[in-house]
């Protein structure tokens, strides 16, 4: 099994920043896909960005430019820099592993509610 473990979320004003961070523990082949997704409620959870062992990263449109993700393999930990912080980006954000990139991640993350208000 695998395990990840999330930090970081919080409370955050528009323009403001934060920096999530997800470690996975367990049996962790080195050939793997990292991600963040969230979910707003009353919507469906959507890819936030992904990032695969070599480095070759994805974002979602709507975070381009403003969102960073990164990835430590020595410690297996995965991060979500957040940059120029917009009410929309307000949702529940959940960090991702699985070892294949041609399908829905198979393991979650608890979850870190990010809050973005005034």
């Known amino acids: 099994q695998v395990q990840l473990v999330e930090s970081g979320g919080g409370l955050v004003q528009p323009g403001g920043s934060l920096r999530l961070s997800c470690a996975a523990s367990?049996?962790?082949?080195?050939?793997?896909?990292m991600g963040w997704y969230r979910q707003a409620p009353g919507k469906q959870r959507e890819l936030v960005a992904t990032?695969?062992?070599?480095?070759?990263?994805n974002y979602a449109d709507s975070v381009k430019g403003r969102f960073t993700i990164s990835r430590d393999n020595g410690k297996n930990t995965v991060f979500l820099q957040m940059n120029s912080l917009k009410p929309e980006d307000t949702a529940v954000y959940f960090c991702?592993?699985?070892?294949?990139?041609?399908?829905?991640?198979?393991?979650w993350g608890q979850g870190t509610q990010v809050t973005v208000s005034s």
């Open positions: 991702s592993l699985d070892f294949l990139a041609s399908r829905p991640p198979r393991y």
């Open positions: 367990g049996s962790i082949f080195s050939i793997n896909v």
């Open positions: 990032i695969t062992h070599l480095g070759r990263t």
